[in-house]
C-alpha cells in the first residue's frame, strides 16, 4: 500500500504498519531512511513487527553485560540503553514521531510507551510500574517491557519491547539493560493470553491515547 504523504493532512493522519516477523537490522536501517527522508508533510507511523533471535547493544552499552550470547547476533545499533535481547513472541512497537510537530519531549513519549503497558496489564488486573532509574515497564520488580529511542532531526525511532509470550531463556545470557540479576518476564507468565493481534491492537489504542493523538486517522498498512 502507497500512501501519498505530500496529500495528507498530517496533523490528521498516522500510518500504523503490521509487519510481522522481519530481521532486525535491515528494519533498524529501514527506520533510518524513513527519519532521514521525511519532511514536514509526512505522515506520523507506527510500526509493529517481532524479530528472530537478536541481543542489540545501545550507543554506549557496555559489552561486559554480554555474558554468553553464544550463537545469538548481537548488533550494536543507535538508540539509547545497554543490551536486551529480542525474538519471536515479543511485540516490538516503533513510534516515528515526528515529537516537535506533535508538541512532544522525549521523556513525553518514554512516559507515553510505558503507561501503555501499565494500562494494558491493568485490564487484566495486574499492578506495573515505571522506573526513575531504569526506563521501562515491572511487575513486581520483574520487566516485562523495555525502552530505548533514538531522536534525530526532531523525530524518534527505535521504540519498545513488550514481552507477551517469548523465550526468557536468552535474557539469562545477558545482564538485560546493564542490571545484574534483574528478573524478565512476559504476559504468559502473568496468566495474560490473548492473540497477540489483540494485544497489538490494546497497544495502538492505549499509545494513541498517551501521545493525545486519538483524534488523528488510523490508516493500517499490512
Keep these: 500500500?502507497?500512501?501519498p504523504?505530500?496529500?495528507?493532512?498530517?496533523?490528521?493522519?498516522?500510518v500504523a504498519r503490521l509487519l510481522g516477523l522481519h530481521d532486525y537490522e535491515p528494519l533498524w536501517r529501514a527506520m533510518q531512511r524513513f527519519t532521514?527522508?521525511?519532511s514536514s508533510l509526512t505522515p506520523d507511523e507506527i510500526w509493529f513487527t517481532e524479530h528472530p533471535p537478536v541481543f542489540t547493544l545501545g550507543l554506549n552499552a557496555s559489552r561486559e553485560h554480554l555474558l554468553t550470547p553464544g550463537n545469538i547476533p548481537v548488533i550494536q545499533v543507535d538508540r539509547?540503553?545497554?543490551?536486551?535481547?529480542?525474538?519471536?513472541g515479543q511485540l516490538m512497537i516503533y513510534p516515528l514521531i515526528d515529537l516537535k510537530r506533535a508538541g512532544l519531549g522525549v521523556r513525553d513519549l518514554v512516559t507515553a510507551l510505558e503507561q501503555t503497558v501499565v494500562n494494558l496489564v491493568a485490564d487484566f488486573g495486574i499492578e506495573a510500574a515505571s522506573r526513575k532509574d531504569a526506563p521501562g515497564v515491572y511487575v513486581e520488580e520483574r520487566k516485562i517491557a523495555s525502552v530505548g529511542l533514538r531522536v534525530r532531526r526532531g523525530s524518534s525511532y527505535h521504540g519498545m519491547?513488550?514481552?507477551?509470550?517469548v523465550d526468557l531463556e536468552p535474557f539469562s545470557r545477558i545482564n538485560p539493560c546493564g542490571f545484574h540479576d534483574l528478573e524478565v518476564t512476559d504476559l504468559a507468565a502473568l496468566g495474560i493470553v490473548e492473540p497477540p493481534a489483540a494485544i497489538q491492537e490494546r497497544v495502538q489504542r492505549n499509545?494513541?491515547?498517551?501521545?493525545?493523538m486519538s483524534d488523528r486517522q488510523v490508516v493500517s498498512d499490512y
Design 1 to 3: 500500500m502507497t500512501l
Design 5 to 14: 504523504a505530500e496529500k495528507l493532512p498530517e496533523s490528521d493522519l498516522i
Design 36 to 38: 532521514e527522508s521525511r
Design 80 to 88: 539509547g540503553g545497554q543490551v536486551t535481547y529480542h525474538g519471536p
Design 161 to 165: 519491547a513488550l514481552n507477551i509470550d
Design 207 to 212: 499509545l494513541l491515547r498517551h501521545l493525545r
